[in-house]
Nanobody, 121 residues
Framework: QVQLEESGGGLVQAGGSLRLSCAAS????????MGWFRQAPGKEREFAAA????????SYADSVKGRFTISKDNAKNTVYLQMNSLKAEDTAVYYC??????????????WGQGTQVTVSS
């Protein structure tokens, strides 16, 4: 099993920045890609960003492209989401997720408990 723990959420003014962290523990050698998802009140959970096992490939939702940056430190088993130029519509619970190595479904198998990000306008 893999455990994921997010941190770094909070309240920030529009235009500000936050950095989220996701620390992985357990069988981290069995993890491939990792990603960040978010769920705003009354909305479905949506993809925000993902990064490959090596860190050499990243993917972003159009809504965050150019403002958010995903990165990872493999030595620390930690993935980060740097969020700049935050907007009120970025307010959501942000979840870290990980895929099992060798999985062909594209689904995320492990999830963190989420961290709240609130952007005041």
């Amino acid at each position: 099993q893999v455990q994921l723990e997010e941190s770094g959420g909070g309240l920030v003014q529009a235009g500000g920045s936050l950095r989220l962290s996701c620390a992985a523990s357990g069988r981290t050698f069995s993890v491939s890609s990792m990603g960040w998802f978010r769920q705003a009140p009354g909305k479905e959970r949506e993809f925000a960003a993902a990064i490959s096992r090596s860190g050499g490939w990243q993917s972003y939702a159009d809504s965050v492209k150019g403002r958010f940056t995903i990165s990872k430190d493999n030595a620390k088993n930690t993935v980060y989401l740097q969020m700049n130029s935050l907007k009120a519509e970025d307010t959501a619970v942000y979840y870290c997720a990980a895929q099992k190595l060798g999985s062909s479904s594209g689904a995320y198998d492990y999830w963190g408990q989420g961290t709240q990000v609130t952007v005041s306008s």
